[in-house]
C-alpha cells in the first residue's frame, strides 16, 4: 500500500470495510426471478472480491484511478483534503450505481444504459446521505474498470457520446445482473452505503425494506467470529443493566454507543460505552484480523485504582499501556476533556477530545470489569 497519501489510507480502509460473506444468509423472493439461490450466491462471493480487488488496487496505485493526491505530511487529520481522500475510493462504484440506476437489464445481452437519464442525473447533497454521489474522474475511472471485466459500448474515447451505453460482463453475466440488482435495492430502500460494502444483507429483505442496522449487528456484521463473540455478550451485558444502544458511526468507522437511557441518547450527554469496528489511529494502519475497538467513559481514574488494583493485569494495562501527547486543545492550555492521573507514582495523559479516554481491544472475561471500572469512575 502506498501510505504517502491520505487516499490510499482510506482505500486500505474501504476495503476492510467490505462485509464477509457468511455461508448461510437469507435470499428474498424478489431477487429469485432470474437467478437461484446458489447462483447468486456464487455471484455474489465472486461480486464481494471485486469490490476488495478494487479498493486494494486504490489503495496501491491511487494515480492510475485518477484519485487525489493529498499528501499525508501536508495535509492534517479532519482537513477537507484528509475527508476527500475518505469518498474518493467509493467512485468507481459510485459511477456504476449511477449508471446502472438509469438502466435496464436485456437479459442475454447485459444492461441498457438510457443516456437522457444518466446525463440528467441529480446527485443529492452529500450532507443527506454522507456519502459523495458526484460522478467524478469517469474518463479514468471507465477506462480502468475494463481492467475488471466491465465492457462499456457507446463511449467515445472512454466519455458518454450521444447513444445509450451498453454494460456487459462476459466473463461470467450473472454478476452484472446481481450487481444491477443490488443497485436497485440500494436506490429504492436508501441505502447505498451498504451497497458500497457489498452487504450481504441487502438480499434479505424486499426490493424497498431494510430491517438492519439499527442495532449491535452493524458491529457484529463487520468484525470475526471472535469478535462477534465479544461484541454480543458486551451488548447483552449493558442492555441487562438498562442501557440504551444507539448507532454511532462516522467517517471513520461504524459503531454502536450505550447510554444510561433513551433520554440522554436523543439528548447530547456523552455515551458510556462505544464499541467501533477499529481504532481512531489514522496514522498506523491496522493491519491485524482483528480490529473492533470498546471506548470506556471515564473521567475519574483516582476513582478506580482500589478496584484495578485487584484486577488482572490486562485491566491495569487499560490505564498505564501509553500516556499521549493531546490534541492541539492540550498545547494551548485550553483542553477541557482530556484526563490526566496517576499511577504506581507515575503521571499519564489520555485526550478524549474526538472519543472517550480509553479505547481498547476487549477481552471476552474481562467484561464484567470494563463495566465495573465504568461505574466507578465515570463521573469526575
Given at each position: 500500500?502506498?501510505?504517502?497519501?491520505?487516499?490510499?489510507?482510506?482505500?486500505?480502509?474501504?476495503?476492510?470495510?467490505?462485509?464477509?460473506?457468511?455461508?448461510?444468509?437469507?435470499?428474498?423472493?424478489?431477487?429469485?426471478?432470474?437467478?437461484?439461490?446458489?447462483?447468486?450466491?456464487?455471484?455474489?462471493?465472486?461480486?464481494?472480491?471485486?469490490?476488495?480487488?478494487?479498493?486494494?488496487?486504490?489503495?496501491?496505485?491511487?494515480?492510475?484511478?485518477?484519485?487525489?493526491?493529498?499528501?499525508?505530511?501536508?495535509?492534517?487529520?479532519?482537513?477537507?483534503?484528509?475527508?476527500?481522500?475518505?469518498?474518493?475510493?467509493?467512485?468507481?462504484?459510485?459511477?456504476?450505481?449511477?449508471?446502472?440506476?438509469?438502466?435496464?437489464?436485456?437479459?442475454?445481452?447485459?444492461?441498457?444504459?438510457?443516456?437522457?437519464?444518466?446525463?440528467?442525473?441529480?446527485?443529492?447533497?452529500?450532507?443527506?446521505?454522507?456519502?459523495?454521489?458526484?460522478?467524478?474522474?469517469?474518463?479514468?475511472?471507465?477506462?480502468?474498470?475494463?481492467?475488471?471485466?466491465?465492457?462499456?459500448?457507446?463511449?467515445?474515447?472512454?466519455?458518454?457520446?450521444?447513444?445509450?451505453?451498453?454494460?456487459?460482463?462476459?466473463?461470467?453475466?450473472?454478476?452484472?445482473?446481481?450487481?444491477?440488482?443490488?443497485?436497485?435495492?440500494?436506490?429504492c430502500a436508501n441505502c447505498l452505503e451498504d451497497f458500497l460494502c457489498c452487504h450481504f444483507r441487502l438480499l434479505q429483505n424486499d426490493i424497498k425494506t431494510v430491517d438492519y442496522g439499527t442495532d449491535v449487528d452493524i458491529i457484529s456484521d463487520r468484525v470475526t467470529d471472535e469478535e462477534r463473540k465479544?461484541?454480543?455478550?458486551?451488548?447483552?451485558?449493558?442492555?441487562?443493566?438498562?442501557?440504551?444502544?444507539?448507532?454511532?458511526?462516522?467517517?471513520?468507522?461504524?459503531?454502536?454507543?450505550?447510554?444510561?437511557?433513551?433520554?440522554?441518547?436523543?439528548?447530547?450527554?456523552?455515551?458510556?460505552?462505544?464499541?467501533?469496528?477499529?481504532?481512531?489511529?489514522?496514522?498506523?494502519?491496522?493491519?491485524?484480523?482483528?480490529?473492533?475497538?470498546?471506548?470506556?467513559?471515564?473521567?475519574?481514574?483516582?476513582?478506580?485504582?482500589?478496584?484495578?488494583?485487584?484486577?488482572?493485569?490486562?485491566?491495569?494495562?487499560?490505564?498505564?499501556?501509553?500516556?499521549?501527547?493531546?490534541?492541539?486543545?492540550?498545547?494551548?492550555?485550553?483542553?477541557?476533556?482530556?484526563?490526566?492521573?496517576?499511577?504506581?507514582?507515575?503521571?499519564?495523559?489520555?485526550?478524549?477530545?474526538?472519543?472517550?479516554?480509553?479505547?481498547?481491544?476487549?477481552?471476552?472475561?474481562?467484561?464484567?470489569?470494563?463495566?465495573?471500572?465504568?461505574?466507578?469512575?465515570?463521573?469526575?
Amino acid at each position: 500500500m502506498n501510505q504517502e497519501y491520505w487516499v490510499s489510507i482510506w482505500a486500505k480502509r474501504r476495503q476492510d470495510e467490505v462485509i464477509h460473506t457468511p455461508y448461510n444468509y437469507i435470499i428474498h423472493e424478489d431477487f429469485l426471478k432470474h437467478m437461484d439461490k446458489d447462483e447468486i450466491k456464487t455471484s455474489f462471493l465472486e461480486l464481494n472480491s471485486l469490490f476488495r480487488y478494487i479498493y486494494s488496487d486504490i489503495a496501491k496505485y491511487p494515480k492510475e484511478f485518477g484519485m487525489p493526491l493529498y499528501s499525508k505530511d501536508e495535509y492534517r487529520l479532519f482537513s477537507k483534503e484528509w475527508r476527500d481522500s475518505g469518498q474518493a475510493p467509493y467512485r468507481p462504484f459510485i459511477l456504476l450505481y449511477n449508471l446502472l440506476i438509469c438502466g435496464e437489464i436485456i437479459y442475454g445481452t447485459g444492461v441498457a444504459v438510457s443516456i437522457q437519464k444518466y446525463k440528467a442525473l441529480k446527485p443529492p447533497p452529500k450532507h443527506l446521505s454522507g456519502i459523495d454521489q458526484k460522478i467524478r474522474q469517469s474518463q479514468v475511472l471507465f477506462k480502468k474498470l475494463t481492467d475488471y471485466g466491465f465492457v462499456f459500448d457507446g463511449l467515445k474515447n472512454n466519455k458518454p457520446a450521444t447513444g445509450d451505453i451498453i454494460i456487459t460482463y462476459p466473463d461470467n453475466p450473472a454478476i452484472l445482473y446481481l450487481l444491477k440488482h443490488l443497485v436497485d435495492k440500494a436506490y429504492c430502500a436508501n441505502c447505498l452505503e451498504d451497497f458500497l460494502c457489498c452487504h450481504f444483507r441487502l438480499l434479505q429483505n424486499d426490493i424497498k425494506t431494510v430491517d438492519y442496522g439499527t442495532d449491535v449487528d452493524i458491529i457484529s456484521d463487520r468484525v470475526t467470529d471472535e469478535e462477534r463473540k465479544i461484541v454480543c455478550a458486551i451488548d447483552s451485558h449493558l442492555k441487562d443493566r438498562g442501557f440504551f444502544a444507539k448507532p454511532y458511526g462516522g467517517i471513520e468507522c461504524h459503531g454502536v454507543a450505550y447510554y444510561h437511557n433513551e433520554k440522554d441518547a436523543n439528548s447530547k450527554k456523552p455515551y458510556s460505552f462505544r464499541i467501533t469496528t477499529r481504532g481512531m489511529d489514522f496514522d498506523v494502519p491496522d493491519d491485524s484480523l482483528k480490529k473492533m475497538r470498546l471506548q470506556l467513559r471515564i473521567r475519574n481514574v483516582s476513582k478506580c485504582v482500589e478496584y484495578v488494583e485487584s484486577c488482572p493485569d490486562s485491566i491495569k494495562q487499560i490505564f498505564t499501556e501509553y500516556s499521549d501527547d493531546g490534541c492541539g486543545n492540550r498545547e494551548r492550555s485550553s483542553c477541557k476533556h482530556g484526563i490526566e492521573y496517576e499511577i504506581d507514582n507515575k503521571n499519564y495523559w489520555r485526550c478524549a477530545c474526538c472519543h472517550a479516554a480509553f479505547n481498547i481491544k476487549p477481552e471476552l472475561a474481562n467484561i464484567p470489569h470494563y463495566i465495573k471500572l465504568v461505574e466507578l469512575g465515570e463521573k469526575k
